[in-house]
């Protein structure tokens, strides 16, 4: 089992920047790909980047981020990152992090474990 928290959602400005943390507990996180997923009111829940496991080499973006999200990760301390800049308005949503088995994944499926969600609102 895997135990994700996020933090570091907010109310920032339209071109402003955030930066959200997922910590893990439990298995060993390096051994999980990690991705961020957001999900708006009324709308279905979308891709926005992921990381492979171990080293993180190999990194995916959703096309609505590319440029202005990065994900990383620290496995020392069991924590992902997304730093957001030049958020838009369209960028406000629930963003929630999940860990998977998978070497990379980019669908939801794909995933094992998921957190409770921060809420990023971005005001224009």
């Known amino acids: 089992q895997v135990q994700l928290v996020e933090s570091g959602g907010g109310l920032v400005q339209a071109g402003g920047s955030l930066r959200l943390s997922c910590a893990a507990s439990g298995r060993t996180f390096s051994n999980y790909a990690t991705g961020w997923f957001r999900q708006a009111p009324g709308k279905e829940r979308e891709f926005v980047a992921a990381k492979s496991w171990s080293g993180g080499a190999v990194t995916f973006y959703a096309d609505s981020v590319k440029g202005r999200f990065t994900i990383s990760r620290d496995n020392a301390k069991n924590t992902v990152y997304l730093q957001m800049n030049s958020l838009k308005p369209e960028d406000t949503a629930v963003y929630y992090c999940?860990?998977?088995?998978?070497?990379?994944?980019?669908?939801?499926?794909?995933?094992?474990?998921w957190g409770q969600g921060t809420q990023v609102t971005v005001s224009s």
């Open positions: 999940a860990a998977s088995g998978k070497v990379l994944a980019r669908r939801g499926y794909e995933y094992d474990y």
